[in-house]
Antibody, heavy 120, light 106 residues
Framework: EEQLVESGGGGLVQPGGSLRLSCAAS????????MDWVRQAPGKGLEWVGR??????????EYAAPVKGRFGISRDDSRNSLYLQMNSLTVDDTAVYYC??????????WGKGTTVTVSS | DIQMTQSPSSLSAAIGDRVTITCRAS??????VNWYQQKPGKAPQLLIH???TLQSGVPSRFSGSGSGTDFTLTIGSLQPEDFATYYC????????FGQGTKLEIK
């Protein structure tokens, strides 16, 4: 069974702070797939955060405008893991963060999400 | 950036009704649109990809159509488990989502 499990959220982060989320993948060949992060602020819709392409595309990363320059996505194919480094956090970054398996075109596996709360 | 505009933002319907949700892209995205269903407190699930291809395990009462900038998701005969929020997503240039359509029981 294909599975994604996020971790690293759950606590309170002060504005301006940093946090690193992790996503552990299992049940599929991780290195073959693009991997994305999607977030959802409380009571709001889905927002694409960014992605790391697969090994064949040199793990190239792409970001949504609101997080570009503050967030960094990386992956370790040897550990079947995806990461989201979040810096200079603001209250607007408060959300549930989902890790998703993509093929570049659609996201067919989602984790349960991890909650990030930015507040003073 | 490509903007996706969904309508309506909310919809009340009865069991057995046929419902249609539309999504309009700010520029042509060919057929690169996907649809997701999300229930409260749960992660979204892929329903339809590339305009009209049903994801494995999704009931055939769900269907998708469209091209260019205008796309639709149709549920042929609403079942109790279909009441949820639906999102369209474009994957032509990176990704962006519509704002969602909340489908409620009438």
């Amino acid at each position: 069974e294909e599975q994604l499990v996020e971790s690293g959220g759950g606590g309170l982060v002060q504005p301006g702070g940093s946090l690193r989320l992790s996503c552990a993948a299992s049940g599929f060949t991780f290195s073959d797939h693009y991997m994305d992060w999607v977030r959802q602020a409380p009571g709001k819709g889905l927002e694409w955060v960014g992605r790391a392409r697969n090994k064949a595309h040199n793990h190239m990363t792409e970001y949504a405008a609101p997080v570009k320059g503050r967030f960094g996505i990386s992956r370790d194919d040897s550990r079947n893991s995806l990461y989201l480094q979040m810096n200079s956090l603001t209250v607007d970054d408060t959300a549930v963060y989902y890790c998703t398996k993509g093929g570049g075109y659609y996201m067919d596996v989602w984790g349960k999400g991890t909650t990030v709360t930015v507040s003073s | 950036d490509i903007q996706m505009t969904q309508s309506p933002s909310s919809l009340s319907a009865a069991i057995g009704d046929r419902v249609t949700i539309t999504c309009r892209a700010s520029e042509s995205i060919l057929g690169f649109v996907n649809w997701y269903q999300q229930k409260p407190g749960k992660a979204p699930q892929l329903l339809i990809h590339t305009t009209s291809t049903l994801q494995s395990g999704v009931p055939s009462r769900f269907s998708g159509s469209g091209s260019g900038t205008d796309f639709t998701l149709t549920i042929g005969s609403l079942q109790p488990e279909d009441f949820a929020t639906y999102y369209c997503q474009q994957s032509y240039v990176t990704h962006s989502f519509g704002q969602g359509t909340k489908l409620e029981i009438k």
